[in-house]
């Protein structure tokens, strides 16, 4: 038997075993073994039975495990009083006249965070957030007026893919066109400041008999923390995006805080050492175009001289503007006038065509209510944790 049998007054404590049944997933195979071995099955079943479970959770995208036919019935049976593969709770779910798609998930703490589907004809990108609140305060996005709530763990990370495949009906995970196609990390927060988790999830995601997205599909926007920045190349060799949005230090103080710690000069130095870039993987440079602030003829021709030596493409993104803000969008003049200086010099510099403003779905528009609970509240939460 897999199992040693599970306590027969077990159904009179199931308010209490639900509380602390340890979610599937986030879990790559040997952590699920591990968890197997816990409950008594020995280190050979568990290595079989991890397997069956990822590729039930990964593949085909099971959130009971009585629909995990390849299981004994016996196995299904016990598995709910110590497992979960529940995806977190929409709180809303809306949908753009364009199409594309904005969950507001909250997860058991009661935190929330927003992901956004943007989809095309037979393709689409998902932007998944890697934080609730943010810590960089860029001026000119909605998010970074929250403060950092906490990081997301990997399974939060992953379920935000898993809710939209739900809603899409793409399970099991298809093999040739996808409507989730891309993955882009561009939502809430800052990855690169939550990397173990981050790298955790998209390991997982990658992985060949699971989701299966290729890592030529994934990208990893950064606002610039740059020791973490060759790690990320190293260890998920994902494409990169650096928000960029100024072409001096000055300037980029203010719209981007985390410049005053890598500066410019140090930001593109680890854009050219990024391992794997080159030509055919070029580095994404994601400049938000503000009305008077970095759209001048002079800030494009900087711009070339900066990516001079870094296989680069720019992505010009008109403003979207959020409740407060004090930024206005560049005139359509002024951003064509700035993206034919740029593509005049070899770099392509599309100027992006906004997606979802009516839902505030739009680059730099997402942000939840979550705060931060106070310190004693959080105190006694890790408590109550740590004694289970």
Same mark, same amino acid.
């Given at each position: 038997?897999?199992?040693?049998?599970?306590?027969?007054?077990?159904?009179?404590?199931?308010?209490?075993?639900?509380?602390?049944?340890?979610?599937?997933?986030?879990?790559?195979?040997?952590?699920?073994?591990?968890?197997?071995?816990?409950?008594?099955?020995?280190?050979?079943?568990?290595?079989?039975?991890?397997?069956?479970?990822?590729?039930?959770?990964?593949?085909?995208?099971?959130?009971?495990?009585?629909?995990?036919?390849?299981?004994?019935?016996?196995?299904?049976?016990?598995?709910?009083?110590?497992?979960?593969?529940?995806?977190?709770?929409?709180?809303?779910?809306?949908?753009?006249?364009?199409?594309?798609?904005?969950?507001?998930?909250?997860?058991?703490?009661?935190?929330?965070?927003?992901?956004?589907?943007?989809?095309?004809?037979?393709?689409?990108?998902?932007?998944?957030?890697?934080?609730?609140?943010?810590?960089?305060?860029?001026?000119?996005?909605?998010?970074?007026?929250?403060?950092?709530?906490?990081?997301?763990?990997?399974?939060?990370?992953?379920?935000?893919?898993?809710?939209?495949?739900?809603?899409?009906?793409?399970?099991?995970?298809?093999?040739?066109?996808?409507?989730?196609?891309?993955?882009?990390?561009?939502?809430?927060?800052?990855?690169?400041?939550?990397?173990?988790?981050?790298?955790?999830?998209?390991?997982?995601?990658?992985?060949?008999?699971?989701?299966?997205?290729?890592?030529?599909?994934?990208?990893?926007?950064?606002?610039?923390?740059?020791?973490?920045?060759?790690?990320?190349?190293?260890?998920?060799?994902?494409?990169?995006?650096?928000?960029?949005?100024?072409?001096?230090?000055?300037?980029?103080?203010? $719209? %981007?805080?985390?410049? *005053?710690?890598? =500066?410019? !000069?140090?930001? @593109?130095?680890?854009?050219?050492?990024? +391992? /794997?870039?080159?030509?055919?993987?070029?580095?994404?440079?994601?400049?938000?175009?503000?009305?008077?602030?970095?759209?001048?003829?002079?800030?494009?021709?900087? $711009? %070339?001289?900066?990516? *001079?030596?870094? =296989?680069? !493409?720019?992505? @010009?993104?008109?403003?979207?503007?959020? +409740? /407060?803000?004090?930024?206005?969008?560049?005139?359509?003049?002024?951003?064509?006038?700035?993206?034919?200086?740029?593509?005049?010099?070899?770099?392509?510099?599309?100027?992006?065509?906004?997606?979802?403003?009516?839902?505030?779905?739009?680059?730099?528009?997402?942000?939840?209510?979550?705060?931060?609970?106070?310190?004693?509240?959080?105190?006694?939460?890790?408590?109550?944790?740590?004694?289970?």
């Amino acid at each position: 038997m897999d199992h040693l049998i599970p306590d027969v007054d077990a159904v009179d404590r199931q308010p209490e075993l639900l509380a602390i049944r340890k979610s599937l997933i986030g879990l790559d195979r040997s952590e699920i073994a591990a968890a197997l071995v816990e409950t008594g099955i020995d280190e050979k079943a568990a290595r079989m039975r991890a397997r069956q479970l990822f590729h039930w959770l990964y593949y085909r995208g099971a959130s009971k495990f009585e629909d995990m036919s390849s299981i004994s019935k016996e196995m299904r049976g016990w598995l709910p009083e110590k497992f979960t593969a529940e995806r977190p709770e929409i709180t809303s779910l809306q949908e753009s006249t364009d199409g594309t798609r904005k969950w507001l998930v909250k997860f058991p703490d009661g935190q929330e965070v927003e992901s956004v589907h943007i989809p095309e004809e037979d393709r689409g990108a998902l932007c998944v957030s890697s934080q609730v609140g943010c810590t960089l305060t860029c001026s000119f996005c909605h998010t970074g007026t929250m403060k950092l709530v906490r990081n997301l763990t990997a399974g939060e990370i992953i379920s935000q893919m898993l809710v939209a495949r739900d809603t899409i009906n793409e399970w099991p995970s298809p093999k040739g066109e996808r409507m989730i196609s891309n993955i882009v990390m561009m939502g809430m927060g800052e990855p690169l400041l939550n990397y173990d988790n981050v790298a955790k999830a998209l390991k997982i995601i990658m992985d060949g008999e699971g989701i299966s997205l290729s890592k030529r599909r994934i990208t990893l926007s950064t606002s610039g923390v740059v020791p973490k920045i060759r790690q990320c190349g190293e260890e998920l060799g994902v494409n990169l995006a650096i928000s960029l949005h100024a072409v001096n230090n000055d300037v980029r103080d203010i $719209l %981007v805080p985390i410049n *005053k710690r890598y =500066p410019i !000069k140090e930001l @593109l130095q680890a854009c050219k050492e990024y +391992p /794997g870039s080159n030509n055919a993987r070029r580095i994404t440079f994601e400049y938000v175009m503000l009305d008077g602030i970095n759209d001048s003829p002079a800030d494009a021709r900087e $711009l %070339v001289r900066l990516l *001079k030596d870094i =296989p680069a !493409k720019v992505n @010009l993104i008109p403003f979207n503007p959020w +409740p /407060g803000t004090q930024y206005q969008c560049s005139s359509n003049n002024a951003m064509h006038r700035f993206a034919k200086i740029v593509n005049d010099a070899g770099y392509s510099s599309p100027i992006r065509v906004p997606r979802g403003r009516d839902i505030m779905a739009a680059c730099g528009q997402l942000k939840s209510a979550s705060k931060k609970a106070p310190a004693s509240v959080r105190h006694k939460e890790n408590a109550a944790s740590a004694s289970l």
